[in-house]
């Protein structure tokens, strides 16, 4: 199933990090801590496909620094100036996903999809293109969306709103000063949750603990 996620991209696509130490983190304890904003208006997305780091920015302060997975080389996440165009949370995938009793379907390959794969707290920056929820390998993955982990993702949610500008290039000035703190996450050999799990609505839930703190 993890093929099917890898495709999600063109759909439409003992740890703590700081909202601003590099060994790999194990999954199972992966904690994303991310500030609210004293203005929501002044919120920005960063995104350094080089590093693969997506920081939120409101100025010159750090909401919140992550690692994501962009697109490989055959699928590049598209370079450039955008804007959050449309967020949806329970966004589910028209292609990929599963038939009515369980098993993976693909509508390229004449699947009949009767619930498609989840790509939770969807923000869109362009037609096919937008930050889900999605494993994160240490490579770029994907077929041009940018996934996040859970924590990751929920708060980039709670972060933006429709028309935070996004602002995607092959490096940013954040790698480096808060992108050397950044933790690396390694997903690509966690096990896929059941089916069962990935069809219920109640996937969709948020990660432990509060959202946004104040700082």
């Given at each position: 199933m993890k093929r099917l996620i890898s495709a999600l991209a063109v759909v439409a696509g003992a740890v703590v990090i700081t909202g601003c130490?590099?060994?790999?983190?194990?999954?199972t304890s992966y904690h994303v801590t991310a500030y609210k904003p004293h203005n929501p208006n002044n919120v920005s997305v960063k995104v350094s496909?080089?590093?693969?780091?997506?920081?939120?920015?409101?100025?010159?302060?750090c909401l919140m620094a992550v690692q994501g997975c962009v697109g490989d080389s055959a699928h590049p996440t598209p370079a450039g100036h955008f804007h959050v165009i449309e967020k949806i949370r329970t966004k589910r995938s028209g292609t990929y996903g599963f038939t009515a009793d369980g098993r993976?379907?693909?509508?390229?390959?004449g699947g009949n999809v009767a619930v498609g794969y989840p790509m939770g707290f969807w923000c869109g920056?362009?037609?096919?293109?937008g930050f889900h929820e999605g494993f994160v390998w240490?490579?770029?993955r994907t077929h041009g969306c940018i996934r996040l982990h859970?924590?990751?993702?929920?708060?980039?949610?709670?972060?933006v709103h429709t028309g935070t500008p996004v602002d995607i290039?092959?490096?940013?000035?954040?790698?480096?000063?808060?992108?050397?703190?950044?933790?690396r996450l390694d997903q690509s050999r966690d096990p896929d949750p059941p089916a069962s799990r990935l069809?219920?609505?109640s996937y969709f839930q948020d990660p432990p603990g509060q959202l946004l703190v104040e700082q």
């Open positions: 130490t590099t060994p790999m983190a194990p999954t496909t080089s590093t693969q780091h997506i920081y939120v920015m409101e100025g010159d302060r993976g379907a693909d509508a390229h390959e920056f362009s037609p096919g293109y240490p490579i770029p859970k924590e990751a993702a929920a708060r980039l949610f709670a972060l290039s092959s490096s940013q000035p954040e790698d480096a000063t808060v992108g050397k703190t950044v933790q069809m219920s609505p």
